[in-house]
């Protein structure tokens, strides 16, 4: 961290650590103010997706989701994992290629949500295209 201007560690708990090295406090004060002008500036105009929070399947890209024992709330839209992930389905999700996937509104045969791409020539569970294409993060405008 030594060759870093200013640090700052957050841990999933909202614990955070601040270093500014040689910066001035009041310099690190200044910047981290008008970062937070700047995020409060792009925040839509809803609430926080559920998706959105630490807990979230999309903040543990590399784990592996369970179809085995897992949940469908059709009102919410929200698909419980066996994990015990919820994934919103009314967002659009991206890939790390960029590609969008939207849910089809259905279910396969194992009970995971069906999701298609590239105008829906491309039709893959929620597993496969997290194991193939991810990691996934809600499209910008989607969630906050």
């Known amino acids: 961290m030594g060759?870093?201007?200013?640090?700052?560690?957050?841990?999933?708990?909202?614990?955070?650590?601040?270093?500014?090295?040689?910066?001035?406090?009041?310099?690190?004060?200044?910047?981290?103010?008008?970062?937070?002008?700047?995020?409060r500036a792009s925040h839509p105009p809803h609430r926080c997706a559920p998706s959105a929070t630490a807990t979230s399947p999309a903040a543990r890209p590399d784990e592996q989701l369970l179809v085995a024992d897992s949940r469908f709330d059709p009102s919410a839209r929200v698909w419980t994992d066996g994990r015990?992930?919820?994934?919103?389905?009314?967002?659009?999700?991206?890939?790390?290629?960029?590609?969008?996937?939207?849910?089809?509104?259905?279910?396969?045969d194992r009970g995971a949500p069906l999701l298609r791409a590239n105008k829906g020539v491309t039709v893959q569970s929620l597993d496969v295209v997290r194991a193939l294409y991810g990691p996934l993060s809600p499209a910008p405008g989607d969630a906050s």
Request: hydrophobic share 50%; proline share 0%; aromatic share 10%.
């Open 3 to 39: 060759e870093q201007r200013l640090v700052v560690l957050v841990d999933t708990a909202g614990r955070y650590e601040l270093h500014t090295g040689k910066v001035c406090t009041l310099h690190a004060a200044d910047f981290l103010e008008q970062l937070a002008a700047q995020l």
């Open 84 to 108: 015990g992930h919820a994934w919103d389905l009314s967002l659009t999700w991206v890939d790390m290629m960029g590609a969008e996937w939207r849910w089809r509104g259905v279910l396969d």
